[in-house]
């Protein structure tokens, strides 16, 4: 059975920082490009980074691009990303996604709030 399974969400305040962390099992996890994304309510989701299967190349969205660093551990089949230097704007559900060409996978989300 496929699971994405996300955590490290909460209230953080701005300016502060928060990791998230995402645990997969049931598929070959080093044979996939893992992404975050990341929606509001009314809106579409939104990559926010990407990672290669041997963490070679990363992409990041304008919008975070020196505040977020995407990682990964084949060996612990688990996908990071480290959120620094928080904005409000970055309040939203946070998804894990495996990807290739034919199939891709989703976590359920967690929750990330920036607020004073």
């Known amino acids: 059975q496929v699971q994405l399974v996300e955590s490290g969400g909460g209230l953080v305040q701005p300016g502060g920082s928060l990791r998230l962390s995402c645990v997969a099992s049931?598929?070959?996890?080093?044979?996939?490009?893992m992404r975050w994304f990341r929606q509001t309510p009314g809106n579409e989701r939104e990559m926010v980074a990407a990672?290669?299967?041997?963490?070679?190349?990363?992409i990041y969205a304008d919008s975070v691009k020196g505040r977020f660093t995407i990682s990964r551990d084949n060996a612990k089949n688990t996908v990071y990303l480290q959120m620094n230097r928080m904005k409000a704007e970055d309040t939203a559900v946070y998804y894990c996604?495996?990807?290739?060409?034919?199939?891709?996978?989703w976590g359920q989300g967690t929750q990330v709030t920036v607020s004073s």
């Open positions: 049931g598929f070959s996890f080093s044979s996939y490009t």
């Open positions: 990672i290669t299967l041997t963490g070679g190349i990363t």
């Open positions: 996604n495996a990807y290739t060409s034919v199939v891709g996978y």
